[in-house]
């Protein structure tokens, strides 16, 4: 059993005790979230398309805690004109345990 959701933009397909990495969020460990926009469902019963999403999907899940990624480094050149700049940043994500699948 699977479902694919939408979330900051991106579609994600998740399934039960599957931990995944989600954009950073205000949330405490062990707060649960509720991720409403299920555009997917498949079961033993076969696959359930929503037309965007589905009216009733929902998939609750856990915060596990904050992880950063990895760093990007950003570099600016100017050619011929000795200008040279080097910056980099590392994005929080938070993780997330999928604790429940319902339609």
Known sequence: MYAIIEDSGQQLKV?????IRID???AATGEKITFDRVLAYRDDDGLKLGQ????????????????????LTVQKFRRRKNSR?????????????????SL
């Open 15 to 19: 399934e039960e005790g599957q931990v």
């Open 52 to 71: 965007p999403t589905l009216e009733s999907g929902t998939v609750v899940a856990e915060v596990v805690g904050v992880e950063q990624g990895p760093k």
């Open 24 to 26: 950073y969020r205000e």
């Open 85 to 101: 700049s080097k910056t980099g940043h590392r994005q929080l994500y938070t993780q997330v345990k999928i604790e429940k699948i």
